[in-house]
């Protein structure tokens, strides 16, 4: 059968991806199971995703329940899931407001709209620039990649939309520069995920808020890959002390099932009025059901405490293994956002590490990038410590 579902597959499937060799079946917390039975432990999470692990009993309860009573009625009447995630999201950050689509992507391209339409609104048409950084990573749609700063991921779809200039992150002094009369917002992620996980040096955030309060631009923050606990707190910008304008969610927040959310504060939310936007199938009954379990899960249970708590853990255990092995670099991040970058192209190392029955994938070609469950445990990081140690140089 894992044959052919392979050679289906690609045949059929848009070669848009170079996928590993394994047909995924069935998954359980922390571990997945393919077509013939092999074990994994899951380091990718669907890429920073399922933060509560697969099949989460919880959540697969409230996904059956709310299919047995509502899917889909569209935005154009009130549902309680949504209206509840909404609320649950505002009284757990600055935001007032949330506009709700199907992907980080979509939410990016809302804040992206969002910040230039209220710099029209405050009677300031010429403000439409969106100063990004050099190895962000925003989304593959047009507005996205082209705020994206890695040309890979613009390479063959040129022109790019207009508006968007790019400065190093960390780099402020770049940025001051950067910022004019015609920029209407700063984009950034608070730690860079597909950029190599790159966290921010001290300060930085700092310096970015007052310089967009100097400069009357707004601040976005992409916390799709960073947010829902991912860093040891609800948002990675807690751990800064920065407030921003704008912030964009994805990924993790219904655990594994095709939500987008784009948050601000109201103020900055008026600009989006009747008509402004939408998104047919933004924050649907059954999408917003699983993420309200899903994120009251994370509040209640201690779940992003112990991120932090475990994230430390294991980034200590990779900082103890570099000190054994030359080839390891560097080792950066944040909770259970953590990369290790080695001094040669990581392809073997992950194709290995699949062989050893660990899944772990790479970023920037030399990093390997750590994004498990939020409830992975100690024992499975000790178990993939001690199989980097004997497949490293």
């Known amino acids: 059968m894992t044959e052919s579902i392979m050679h289906t597959a690609d045949r059929v499937i848009a070669a848009t991806y170079k996928r590993f060799p394994i047909v995924l079946q069935r998954g359980k917390g922390c571990n997945l199971w393919d077509t013939q039975g092999r074990q994994y432990t899951d380091f990718v999470a669907g890429i920073a995703v399922c933060n509560l692990g697969h099949a989460h009993p919880r959540i697969a309860e409230t996904i059956a329940r709310q299919a047995g009573e509502l899917v889909h009625v569209s935005n154009l009447y ?52 969106i100063v990004c950084m050099e190895k962000s990573f925003h989304g593959r749609t047009m507005a996205t990649l082209s705020a994206t700063g890695q040309d890979k991921i613009r390479k063959g779809f040129s022109p790019v939309l207009e508006g968007f200039s790019f400065v190093p992150f960390n780099d402020i002094e770049a940025l001051a520069a950067a910022v004019d009369d015609h920029t209407c917002a700063v984009l950034l992620e608070p730690i860079q995920g597909e950029g190599g996980i790159h966290p921010p040096e001290l300060g930085y955030l700092t310096q970015v808020r007052e310089l967009c309060d100097r400069r009357g631009a707004l601040m976005i923050l992409d916390e799709i890959q960073t947010g829902m606990g991912r860093t040891g ?50 924050g649907t009954p059954l999408v917003t059901a699983a993420a309200l379990t899903a994120l009251t899960i994370l509040l209640e249970d201690k779940v992003i405490e112990r991120a932090g708590e475990t994230g430390a853990y294991f980034k200590d255990a990779l900082s103890k293994l570099k000190l054994r092995h030359r080839c390891i670099l560097d080792v950066r991040g944040q909770g259970l956002l953590l990369g290790m970058q080695l001094d040669a192209p990581a392809d073997d190392l992950i194709g290995k590490l699949l062989e ?35 497949l490293l140089p």
């Open 78 to 129: 009130y549902t309680i899931p949504q209206t509840e995630l909404a609320r649950l999201l505002t009284e757990n950050c600055f935001a007032d407001r949330v506009f709700f689509g199907n992907s980080g992507a979509e939410a990016n391209e809302a804040a992206i709209k969002l910040a230039r339409k209220y710099a029209k609104d405050q009677g300031q048409p010429e403000r439409f620039g």
């Open 233 to 282: 707190k609800l948002f990675a910008h807690e751990h800064y002390d920065v407030v921003p304008d704008i912030m964009t969610l994805a990924k993790a927040l219904a655990n594994g099932l095709p939500i987008g959310a784009m948050l601000a504060t109201e103020k900055v939310a008026q600009s989006f009025g009747v008509g402004a936007h939408a998104s047919t199938f933004g």
């Open 356 to 390: 050893r029955g660990f899944l772990v994938n790479c970023v920037q070609g030399d990093t390997l990038r750590f994004a498990p469950p939020l409830i992975i445990e100690k024992n499975e990081i000790n178990a993939l410590i001690r199989c980097l140690d004997e």
